[in-house]
């Protein structure tokens, strides 16, 4: 019960229902708030317990001085939590082994239950290891639950163990599009009340939900277990950058061209840690589609949400989408009486301001290895024949001196090149060479959700098959939706047929390429690629394309529209001008460029008017927790505690609480710290995070392979999450990870200076040994330490290899938060100083001290950082809320949280 000071509580008559709701106008400031903020305030209204949550936050935030820089902590209580199957499963596997912990100190193990709904949708799981035919997806499916049954079978336990917890099985969509689909309800009721939908999930990409008016963000999986145990999210009160949409998207350019734009603008801007919010005229001509992409990019351009209001394109997609009337009357109704509708004109209080003219965005595309760095399509011939370079040996390069000066498209005689014949399995042959399109995915829920950009990719293979053109026989072409919707609009538009003659048959619905699962190349290519050093690329319709991400055979990545992932695999190069050049001959041997098979905007339109209706969505979601029949034959333990399994290598009791008491253990300074890896700037999670395919010479491949485990059935990093011995191995073990105390190595090696003359070895190795010698660990980072996807196992794992303290020039905000949820020290160089710039060369012993000041209640501004070699300075402290103090002083936030709860 909230403590109501502000007497606010009040009803709201909806037809023949009433709603309790906390009306914001009884908070003096309200009016002129933002609409993100104006979320956070009746979150806060509504949770007041005179506690956490008091009068005086209520009215800061109602007295939100938008230029000032974040200070005041408040706690946001989510509405739920959602989750994906990689980021998931370790969750659960926390609160399987938090309910023992909990009997072992005495206390009850059912108060380990979510408070919260939470959601779990497995999409990651599902591999594109067959393409190209018409079982793909059959094919697929049955390799996925083949590797994945263990898994599978503790999710369904977890159904049926923790009350509040639903899982939507494989094979049904991406969880962000079936977030915004179906599980978002954008006023929540419950137990009476009406208020926003809010929620953190254990993915970046959670910001989607934004562009149906619900707030939330990503979180670690750690930050997304304490919130559904009931713990409310520290923060500070962020800075929100209000940007203005004017006028409309030309003809001829697609959400995601607009989305890269954004992205880079963003990016450009920094708007790292703030609330992004989007206003003005352009807004109301934004379908909903095109702002739950724009939201889906939000951790692509740094913000920890993208944010749209409420309005009558909101209303329109959620009666599309299946939601009954009574809850879009409420959407309406709510919005309306607690301004939270969406006024065109209205100019609220920002923080920042950005302003796009949509007219002015042109088709683009971004890589080849960040989100960020666009391209206008009309260059992107010409901006590869430049990038490639940094991909080819030196050698070859130095063959190349005739390369024009000129970066003119046509200029190509200069660009790298070292073809390669290579003979398919059939017999024929063709030439493959450096920018060869080898995988062209459509994939991600970033654009299978937006039906405007799926249909434009399908009328393009319509038109391209009509013409006699077909995928080049190197590039492994995948169709992934992000839910069954698609495959129904599809189909009723008889567009199928012509995206599975251009080799882009369905694959599965899930994640795939996006997040690295993108399935083996062709052999031959494979061969080809690895034997001859080729900078072969991908082009997929996601969201990410960092280096190593997507396919280990791929060098150089790039995000596009869908339509032009068909055009790409059609071409077959990035050495191919797409919007100049012949994308191939028909079938009189005429050329056909890109503008023949490019659709217009009205047939587009006119698709997506006729073939897509409400009774899709209410057919697909019927019965979504159900499962098909492989789901329900899963085999599952019964009873509150779960049977662990000692062979198994899928899932395992994690050591977080092992020898854990009721009491904390003071914080310590740290001394003797050995460097376990120095990094450059821009490392992500995902060289953090172990992801991708498990290669048989490494520490999990070997484990596994002592485990009775045939290389065959190794699966991914991702679906063994569930096990720490094979995560921890994997940690820092990314092929594209340079550490600089390992020079000329690629990949998770370091230095071992527990050994004579500190030889190179695998980086999980030397924390075996450091920490059989009580040695201390510390990274050392440059800028954007973090960034990318909210991987909690890029903490897990981090900490588990004995790693303290990390030392960055800056940090992404969710690996920040996950290192203090995981006790390990968050410090920042200097302002201005660099590892580089005070002569670190990460062969240092290392000594912190002034950390103990943690125990005195408060959280020092720097502790002082020393070395054996003299080096000295003052590493800021990015503990930044009082209650990220109480998770490290604890040991972390999984540890406060049982001690917490077995309080109460």
């Not at 037809?15 to 305030?41: C, N, Q």
């Not at 309406?332 to 002015?360: R, V």
């Not at 003052?874 to 949280?897: C, F, K, S």
């Amino acid at each position: 019960m909230s403590a109501n000071s502000f007497d606010a509580r009040s009803t709201l008559r909806v037809g023949d229902e009433s709603y309790e709701i906390f009306k914001l106008d009884k908070v003096e400031g309200s009016a002129r708030l933002p609409y993100s903020l104006k979320v956070l305030l009746e979150n806060l209204l509504r949770t007041e317990d005179g506690a956490n949550i008091t009068a005086d936050h209520i009215r800061a935030l109602g007295g939100w001085d938008s230029q000032a820089q974040p200070s005041q902590e408040i706690q946001f209580t989510p509405a739920r939590v959602i989750m994906q199957d990689f980021t998931g499963v370790p969750c659960v596997v926390d609160l399987a082994t938090m309910r023992e912990a909990v009997k072992e100190l005495g206390g009850d193990p059912a108060k380990i239950n979510p408070l919260a709904p939470a959601e779990l949708v497995i999409d990651h799981s599902v591999i594109a290891d067959k393409f190209g035919t018409n079982d793909a997806f059959a094919q697929n499916v049955e390799l996925e639950y083949g590797r994945n049954k263990e898994r599978y079978q503790f999710l369904r336990w977890g159904q049926t163990a923790f009350d509040e917890f639903k899982v939507v099985p494989p094979g049904t969509g991406i969880v962000h599009q079936v977030n915004i689909e179906h599980l978002a309800r954008t006023v929540m009721v419950r137990g009476g009340q009406a208020y926003p939908d809010t929620l953190v999930g254990t993915d970046s990409h959670t910001t989607m939900v934004n562009g149906l008016g619900v707030l939330g963000w990503g979180v670690g999986g750690i930050e997304a277990e304490a919130a559904m145990l009931g713990q409310p999210v520290s923060m500070l009160i962020p800075r929100v950058v209000g940007f203005k949409l004017t006028g409309e998207l030309p003809a001829g350019t697609t959400a995601t061209d607009l989305v890269l734009t954004i992205t880079e603008m963003l990016r450009k801007h920094g708007v790292v840690g703030k609330f992004v919010e989007f206003y003005g005229e352009g807004v109301a001509a934004t379908s909903l589609a095109n702002r739950a992409t724009i939201g889906n990019m939000s951790p692509e351009f740094g913000s920890t949400a993208a944010i749209f209001p409420i309005d009558d394109e909101t209303l329109k997609y959620l009666r599309l989408t299946g939601r009954d009337a009574q809850q879009v009357a409420l959407v309406e109704a709510y919005a309306k009486e607690q301004g939270l509708w969406l006024d065109p004109a209205a100019e609220p209080d920002f923080s920042e301001k950005l302003e796009l003219d949509l007219s002015t965005v042109v088709p683009s595309i971004a890589g080849p290895k960040r989100p960020q760095d666009r391209i206008v399509l009309a260059n992107a011939k010409a901006q590869f024949a430049q990038d490639v370079r940094n991909y080819v040996s030196d050698d070859e390069e130095a063959g190349k001196e005739s390369f024009p000066a000129s970066d003119s498209p046509a200029a190509s005689n200069g660009v790298p090149s070292n073809p390669v014949t290579v003979t398919a399995p059939d017999g024929t042959s063709y030439e493959l060479d450096h920018g060869a399109v080898t995988v062209a995915a459509i994939t991600s829920c970033t654009n299978t959700s937006n039906p405007y950009v799926m249909v434009s990719a399908a009328l393009v293979a319509k038109k391209a098959v009509e013409k006699g053109l077909t995928r080049k026989p190197w590039v492994k072409t995948t169709l992934a939706p992000g839910s069954k919707v698609v495959t129904d609009y599809f189909d009723k538009a008889g567009l199928t047929p012509y995206l599975d003659k251009v080799g882009f048959n369905l694959v599965g619905y899930g994640c795939t390429t996006c997040i690295g699962n993108s399935g083996p190349l062709p052999e031959e290519v494979s061969k080809a690629v690895n034997e001859h050093d080729l900078a072969v690329t991908s082009v997929l319709s996601g969201n990410r394309n960092f280096e190593g991400r997507i396919n280990p055979d791929v060098k150089m990545n790039y995000l596009a529209s869908p339509p032009l992932v068909v055009a790409y695999a059609i071409a077959g190069s990035m050495k191919v001008d797409i919007t100049k050049d012949a994308l191939g001959t028909d079938q009189d041997g005429k050329p056909v460029y890109l503008a023949d098979i490019w659709p217009t905007e009205a047939e587009v339109n006119d698709v997506v008017a006729n073939s897509i209706g409400e009774d899709m969505f209410n057919k697909s979601y019927r019965d979504v927790f159900a499962g098909d029949a492989q789901w329900q034959a899963l085999s599952i333990p019964t009873g509150n505690t779960f049977e662990w399994d000692s062979e198994s290598t899928y899932v395992r009791k994690p050591p977080y609480f092992e020898g854990m008491t009721m009491e904390t253990t003071p914080v310590e300074d740290i001394t003797g710290a050995r460097v376990l890896a120095k990094l450059g700037d821009s490392v992500t999670t995902d060289h953090i995070s172990p992801a991708g395919a498990i290669k048989a010479d490494t520490p999990a491949g070997k484990y596994l392979t002592e485990h009775g485990i045939d290389r065959r059935d190794f699966n991914s990093y991702g679906s063994r999450r569930g096990n720490h011995e094979v995560m921890i191995r994997g940690t820092f073990a990314n092929i594209r990870l340079r550490n600089q105390i390992a020079p000329g190595t690629e990949g998770g090696f370091t230095r071992d200076f527990t050994q004579a003359d500190a030889p190179v070895s695998f980086i999980y190795d030397a924390s075996q040994n450091y920490q059989a010698a009580g040695t201390p660990l510390v990274i050392l980072a440059g800028k954007e330490y973090g960034s990318g996807s909210s991987r909690d196992w890029a903490a897990k794992g981090t900490a588990l290899l004995g790693v303290k303290a990390v030392i960055a020039e800056s940090y992404e905000r969710i690996h920040r938060s996950n290192l203090i949820g995981m006790g390990v020290l968050p410090l920042q160089f200097p302002a201005g100083a660099t590892a580089q710039s005070l002569g670190l060369t990460g062969e240092e012993t290392f000594s912190f001290t002034g950390v103990t000041e943690l125990n005195n209640g408060t959280t020092p501004r720097t502790v002082k950082v020393t070395t054996d070699t003299g080096v000295e300075f003052d590493g800021v402290v990015r503990i930044d809320t009082p209650g990220e103090a109480d998770y490290y002083r604890n040991g972390g936030i999984l540890q406060y949280v049982l001690r917490s709860l077995i309080r109460k």
